[in-house]
């Protein structure tokens, strides 16, 4: 399991590559707060991040987020199902926990995501998580 500090990196990288691919206006609700996470029988320590945007952009982009995530290592499937979205789900193949999801509807869009399940503790990293928002204000 990979270091919760790299799971956080990689998670937002995978994100803002998406975000860039397909353009627009986006609002950040990326979720500083750690939460906890299991990978077989090992617990650990993940993050998730949330950006939505009311802009819009062709059909066709799915497809161009799917062709990038998977250049990352991650398997995609298609749902049109989940109205009013039109998704794009991304999972790692090294690690279920990391998944991506692009959402796509007629007057909005969303990206979500969680991380790999990184090797560390839940309670340790909520302190230095704290640590790290205290001394940016």
């Known amino acids: 399991m990979a270091d919760p500090a790299q799971v956080r990196t990689d998670l937002y990288s995978q994100l803002d590559k998406a975000q860039e691919l397909i353009g627009g206006t986006w ?8 939460t906890d996470c299991t990978v077989g ?29 998977e250049s990352m290592g991650f398997t995609t499937e298609t749902k049109d199902d989940v109205a009013p979205y039109r998704l794009i789900i991304a999972t790692s193949k090294v690690d279920p926990e990391n998944t991506l999801t692009f959402g796509l509807a007629d007057k ?5 995501g969680q991380g790999a399940c990184g090797d560390g503790d839940l309670s340790e990293w909520v302190d230095i998580v704290n640590k790290e928002l205290a001394a940016k204000d």
Not at 27 to 34: E, G, L, Q, V
Request: no cysteine.
């Open 27 to 34: 609002d950040n609700a990326d979720d500083p707060s750690p």
């Open 108 to 112: 909005a869009m969303y990206l979500e």
């Open 41 to 69: 029988s090992t617990t650990g320590v993940t993050f998730t991040g949330t950006r939505r945007s009311n802009d819009t952009v062709p059909e066709e982009t799915r497809a161009k987020v799917a062709a990038l995530w």
